[in-house]
C-alpha cells in the first residue's frame, strides 16, 4: 500500500490543522492507521492510532485531548484534527498503515508502510 500525507503547514499556537493521508494499491480497511511525528534531533513519536473499523482509538499523552484520529474507509483516507496547537507539536508527521493483530498498534515496529511525511509548523 502507498500512503500519501498531505494538509500541513504553517500556522499559529492556538490554531487547528487537518492532516489527510490517501491509500492506495490495497483497501485501507485491511490495515491499522497510525499517526507518528518526529521533530528535529528527536526520535519518531506515536502521536495516534485507529483500528481497522475505527472504534478503537490510542493517543500519545501529548496530544490526548487536543488530537483526534478518524477514518474513512470508503474514501481510503485517514485523519488527524490537530486542534490546540502548540509550538512542541512542530515536526514532520508521518501516516503509517499496520497489518498487525492487535486491535491498535502505538509502536513504530508495528507499522509496515509509512507515508512521506508532512511539516507541520507551529508558530509562537
Known amino acids: 500500500v502507498q500512503l500519501q500525507a498531505s494538509g500541513g503547514g504553517l500556522v499559529q499556537v492556538g490554531d487547528s490543522l487537518r492532516l489527510s493521508c490517501v491509500a492506495s494499491?490495497?483497501?485501507?480497511?485491511?490495515?491499522?492507521m497510525g499517526w507518528f511525528r518526529q521533530a528535529p534531533g528527536k526520535e519518531r513519536e506515536f502521536v495516534a492510532a485507529?483500528?481497522?473499523?475505527?472504534?478503537?482509538?490510542a493517543y500519545g499523552d501529548n496530544v490526548k485531548g487536543r488530537f483526534t484520529i478518524s477514518r474513512d474507509n470508503a474514501k481510503n483516507t485517514v485523519y488527524l484534527q490537530m486542534n490546540n496547537l502548540k509550538a512542541g507539536d512542530t515536526a514532520v508527521y508521518y501516516c503509517?498503515?499496520?497489518?498487525?493483530?492487535?486491535?491498535?498498534?502505538?509502536?513504530?515496529?508495528?507499522?509496515?508502510?509509512w507515508g512521506q511525511g508532512t511539516l507541520v509548523t507551529v508558530s509562537s
Open positions: 503509517a498503515a499496520s497489518q498487525s493483530l492487535a486491535v491498535v498498534s502505538i509502536s513504530t515496529s508495528k507499522y509496515d508502510y
Open positions: 494499491g490495497r483497501t485501507l480497511s485491511s490495515y491499522i
Open positions: 485507529i483500528s481497522r473499523s475505527g472504534g478503537t482509538t
